[in-house]
């Protein structure tokens, strides 16, 4: 069974760009997370989406927006980049809620310059 | 201030030895989740404890969620080269709520 998967594994970007990341979850999984992991700053809640909705979002500017799709897939936008957006970004996916086990992808590391 | 304190920080063993990290939180836990990261990768999930009192264990490793449902405990018994990495735990604060972590616990193994 295939586990999490993100596209692109690693993309460079210049500052004012947009980004766009991609998050497949394991098949039969509703909810996606998204986590932005900064150098020295641990995870940082980003979006859960379930179901196709936003169902939280964390203390992120509005430029950071993502959606689900019909298939639970899930994409993440990073609009007007800056040089502080450099990051590895996780995405995560399980049957929803806190209450089920949560695997992670391997990750898209977002370099802004 | 974070929610999900995670100590220590950082740990350097001797192969062969036992090792206990630390998760605590000011507020009940719904979900308690216990991951390994090598530097720059994804993470790799550990275990989940839901119920207070729980224990877990997965070869070396076993983790415990006190009564409380507050602190997590994992313990690594007589640690190999291959345990070392960063552990993190995360939960969820709410019945509805999303996953959030500490900030991780750098595990080094010394040959």
């Known amino acids: 069974e295939a586990g999490v998967t993100q596209s692109p594994t690693h993309l460079i970007k210049t500052r004012g760009q947009q980004a766009t990341l991609r998050c497949s979850p394991i098949?039969?999984?509703?909810?996606v997370y998204w986590y932005q992991q900064a150098l020295g700053l641990g995870l940082q809640f980003l979006l859960w989406?379930?179901?196709?909705?936003?169902?939280n979002r964390g203390n992120f500017p509005p430029r950071f927006s993502g959606r689900q799709f019909p298939n639970y897939s899930s994409e993440l936008n990073v609009n007007a980049l800056e040089l502080e957006d450099s990051a590895l970004y996780l995405c995560a996916s399980n049957w929803g809620g806190p209450r089920t086990e949560a695997f992670f992808g391997q990750g898209t590391r977002l370099t802004v310059v | 201030s974070q929610e999900l304190e995670q100590s220590p920080q950082s740990l350097i063993v001797q192969e062969g030895k036992n090792l206990t990290i630390n998760c605590t939180s000011s507020k009940t836990l719904y979900g308690l989740y216990w991951y390994k990261q090598k530097y720059g990768e994804g993470l790799i999930f550990l275990m989940m404890l839901q119920k207070g009192g729980e224990e877990k264990s997965h070869e070396k490793i076993t983790a415990k969620l006190d009564e409380k449902k507050q602190q997590s405990s994992l313990h690594i018994t007589a640690s190999q080269p291959s345990h070392a990495g960063i552990y993190l735990c995360?939960?969820?604060?709410?019945?509805?709520?999303?996953?959030?972590f500490g900030k991780g616990t750098k595990l080094s193994v010394k040959p």
């Open positions: 995360g939960a969820a604060l709410s019945s509805q709520g999303n996953l959030i």
């Open positions: 989406y379930d179901e196709g909705e936003e169902r």
């Open positions: 098949s039969g999984h509703t909810s």
